[in-house]
């Protein structure tokens, strides 16, 4: 018997080659796959390449709009000059800008402490503040200091931080709470609905009425109770949430394998004596992995929604820290005066998950050629 | 079909049992109470507020208790908005969302399956991808985005729509809220009908029309859409009951007065009356709305008996 086997006269295509042949000529997916690697790649690489931390606070930069062009802007040295000489407690008497270094004069009633200095320096807008020239009596001074030159290429939010990285660094957070809990959901799921459709009868009765009664409970009281449990526990919230998106993969997963154990060829294999770890490593979970697989994929934008909704209840990722969600919640607050907060992370959190849409729908059709 | 309607109620009862018993001490296992959150308040005053409220007492005496009120329709009071009873709070926000919510499910069923219907008349021409692409985009912008991006270009660059606020339930202020609860839901009819339209259009007893000479319009409307309905109605019921029990989302972002936001506000106050009155509200909601499903079934498809 297993000499036919060991005879292939012809190469046979698997299921995996013929579903990936189909999936290469589907140009959206393919395009959504290459959108969603370029994704991965600049949210995780791409914070070490900007030139700011995520949490640095640029206290002059208060909503600073997006621009090509570098910060300061010549108005705005004006404001900043006079913002670090009242810091100082100084009068301003002048300032002029040469080649990227600036010359402030300064006057007292009092002689003036040249640590003042560092009163300018703090100003995230120069560096470097110098002493350059006081007289005797030190009532005058002037000081020089370096222009520091900032790119925000996204602006700044409300706290004065740079959007590019942040949008980055959430990123990060979502794709992976994405891929984390959807894995989650995928894992228990499986199991469960694998176990209810394998052992069927009574069981299979008892474990899917419980997953009928969860369905019933409105699916955020869960969510909020489950994060009332965690505390805002960032890996524990990947938990729950996964922990309760599972009920659909659990009857895709037990629908299927109730019908795929009653298929002639699971019977045939059954009377050619095959044993039943064979049948199932052979026939039940190669069958699965389809719709699992679509499922996945639709599952993954789904999380990254449920955690962006979390956290724009404020429930979700917590500050300095953030998610897309965050970061569209603190735009959504800002729309008349810094549409920008809104407008960069929801492009790329919209663009994800269209990426990962047109990849799922790709999947569905290349690896169920029945459903076209 | 009047004695199944009367039988689905009666198995409503215990469903209904279940969820409550599951929600009242799922909600009491978390750590926290009502009166937790107000610094300082005096242990005195705590005591007797959780007496008035029978707080102190154990736990399954509890559970009776609120067992009993519910049977007398009495939801008790909210122990976060003391001024009013749940009842009262549902009185006044449920009329506000479930406004909303029906104008915003009607528009999504009738905009939606015109455009599946065109888009599968058309299949693969100009309109179909255009309702493709359109669904595609309803159904992956998430509706905190879409509101605000209303927002900022209707209500503060445009003018032409209030910022939000519910105005006494003017037409205009209902514009926003109406049509970002319906995009999402406008986005799955659409597909789905386009879907199975093209799968009713290709069936036998359209071919047989066709051959008789009935008019594009006799098989469009009265065959191939009636097969086409079914996935349409059975998505709608629980995206109905979802509706109109309020979203959270659109009441705050609009500041609206509905029940959307008392939810999760309760649920973080522990305010366990008010969390529980929406548990059993969308329980109701979801419940009826799965009957009416079940019943256009029937009158829908007529292989579909319930005898």
Known sequence: MTDVAQHPAQQGRSLWADAWGRLRANRAAMISIYYLIFMAVICIAGPWFTPHAFNTIYQDYNRVPPSLSAYPKPEMIDQAVKDAVKRARVELDGWKEEGGKILITVSSAKPIDERMTRYIDRSSVFENAAVVDKPADGLRMTLGADIERQHFFFGTDTSGRDLLTRTLIAGRVSLSIGLLAGLVAVVIGVLYGATAGFIGGKTDEVMMRIVDVLYSLPFIFFVIMLVVFFGRNFVLMFLAVGAVLWLDMARIVRGQALSIRRQEYVQAAEALGVTRTGILLRHIVPNLLGPVVIYMTLLVPQVIILESFLSYLGLGVQEPMSSWGVLISQGAKNIPSANWLLFFPSFFLTSTLFALNFVGDGLRDALDPKDR | ?307
């Open chain 2, 1 to 307: 079909m009047l004695r199944y309607i009367l039988k689905r109620f009666l198995t409503a009862v215990p469903t209904l049992f279940v969820i409550v018993t599951i929600s009242f001490f799922l909600m009491r296992v978390a750590p926290g109470g009502p009166f937790n959150q107000e610094k300082g308040l005096n242990p005195v005053i705590k005591a007797n507020l959780e007496r008035v409220y029978h707080l102190d007492q154990p736990l399954w005496k509890q559970y009776l208790l609120y067992l009993w009120n519910l049977l007398h329709g009495d939801f008790g009071p909210s122990y976060n908005l003391p001024d009013f009873t749940v009842a009262e709070l549902f009185a006044q926000g449920l009329p506000v969302s479930m406004q909303l919510g029906g104008s915003a499910l009607v528009l999504a069923l009738l905009i939606g399956g015109c455009l599946g219907i065109i888009a599968a008349l058309y299949q693969n021409h100009t309109a179909d991808y255009a309702v493709i692409a359109t669904a595609t985009a309803g159904s992956t912008i998430p509706t905190f985005v879409i509101a605000p991006l209303f927002q900022l270009f209707f209500a503060l660059t445009l003018k032409w729509f209030p910022v939000g606020g519910w105005g006494d339930g003017a037409f205009i202020n209902k514009v926003g809220p109406v049509l970002t609860l319906m995009l999402p839901q406008l986005a799955v009819v659409a597909r789905l009908m386009r879907g199975s339209m093209i799968e009713s259009l290709r069936s036998h007893h359209i071919r047989t029309a066709r051959a008789l000479g009935l008019s594009d319009y006799a098989i469009i409307i009265r065959h191939a859409l009636r097969g086409a309905l079914l996935p349409i109605i059975s998505y709608g019921g629980p995206a109905a009951a979802a509706l109109v029990t309020g979203s959270i989302i659109v009441e705050t972002i609009f500041s609206i007065p509905g029940v959307g936001r008392y939810f999760v506000e309760a649920a973080l106050n522990r305010d366990y009356t008010l969390v529980m009155g929406t548990v059993v509200v969308i329980a109701i909601f979801t419940i009826l709305f799965n009957l009416i499903v079940d019943v256009l079934y029937a009158v829908v498809d007529p292989r579909v008996r319930y005898d």
